[in-house]
């Protein structure tokens, strides 16, 4: 009970950490043996031969040997090894929190697989693209080795990691549930979060030369197509959008922009051409489109943004709920003084 106890904390800090990060995939450390040192292997006859096959922890009849759980505590104790300055204490302290996710990840494998939850290769190949993008298949290689894994190893922890998010997903984030009356509550309480401020939608010419600019405003003066004059001159990304910069507030453009687009009072106006506003990159002309004056989000406005704020503050909670129930239903047994064990 003390053991199941003191390892809510912890895996209140890994869901909370794992959620904040919107469940995008993170690669658990290997449980594999792994080949140690000369003066390791002194402290292993310390503890007698047997003992590198020995359980530390079985879980529901599946037990982690104290050589993966050797493999574990050493790859960590190499990243952490100067906070933690071979302090006994932290050690131990070490030591609990990787059995506590051990554990966990070990209970959500066997709730995955006793709710059937498989991933065939095309899909999960689809995964890999998508984390890797825009990177090439050789950047998975980089990665299993700079984490000291094989590249079958790196897929197979990886295939894992997204398996446990469909499942805590499943089982735990899409139950978490929004009353209209918690919205309204929040609404009201942070009726000033709401506040949107005055924002302008603006089309725009960048040009890189005063000859481009001087050209461009004849053109306009001489009563052309603004948006015909972008796919002719514009050189910057937003021409493929017809120089269409959407609404902007202030603050988000360049200040130069910002000077010129707030001033422009009606749609369909032009701003002053006989001042040129110039940037690093060339000379810019503007078309104010449409203008929203500064105000407050209603409550259907605001409600889709506060359904997700009140889902986040909910998740972590959810999580550690459930895994605790997990837990209750699981049979843990830990073995205390293989645990306490060191191999360098």
């Known amino acids: 009970m003390g053991f199941m106890g003191s390892m809510s904390g912890a895996a209140r800090g890994a869901a909370s950490d794992s959620l904040a990060r919107g469940w995008r995939p993170v690669l658990c450390a290997v449980l594999a043996a792994c080949a140690l040192t000369a003066c390791q292997d002194t402290r292993r006859r310390d503890i007698g031969r047997g003992a590198l096959a020995r359980p530390v922890v ?17 790859s960590f104790l190499s990243r952490w090894d100067r906070f933690i300055h071979n302090d006994p204490d932290k050690k131990r302290e070490l030591k609990q929190r990787i059995l506590e ?19 065939n290769n095309e899909v999960f190949a689809a995964k890999v693209r998508e984390a890797v993008q825009p990177f090439d298949d050789s950047y998975l290689e980089q990665a299993a080795e700079a984490n000291h894994k094989s590249l079958q190893e790196w897929n197979r922890q990886f295939r894992r990691r997204v398996v446990h998010e469909r499942l805590i997903h499943r089982e735990v984030l899409a139950r978490i549930q929004i009353t209209d009356r918690e919205v309204a509550r929040y609404y009201e309480a942070h009726r000033n979060e709401f506040q949107v401020p005055e924002q302008v939608k603006v089309r725009h010419i960048a040009v890189g030369s005063r000859r481009a600019y001087d050209r461009a405003r004849r053109q306009i003066e001489d009563g052309a197509d603004f948006t015909e004059l972008v796919r002719e001159h514009s050189i910057t990304p937003d021409r493929q959008f017809d120089g269409d910069l959407g609404y902007v507030e202030r603050g988000v453009m360049p200040s130069e922009f910002d000077e010129v687009i707030f001033k422009i009072e009606r749609p369909g106006t032009i701003n002053n051409l006989s001042k040129p506003v110039q940037t690093e990159i060339g000379y810019h002309i503007f078309r104010l489109e449409d203008r929203r004056e500064a105000r407050r989000l209603t409550l259907a406005e605001a409600t889709p943004r506060i359904r997700e704020l009140l889902i986040r503050e909910k998740q972590s909670d959810a999580y550690t709920l459930w895994l605790g129930q997990l837990r209750e239903r699981a049979t843990i047994i830990v073995d205390k003084q293989l645990l306490g064990a060191e191999m360098g």
């Open 101 to 119: 996710r051990i554990v966990d990840e070990i209970l959500l494998d066997q709730e995955a697989r006793r709710r059937g939850l498989e991933m």
């Open 58 to 74: 079985t879980v529901n009849a599946e037990e982690v040997s104290f050589q993966q759980f050797q493999a574990e505590y050493q």
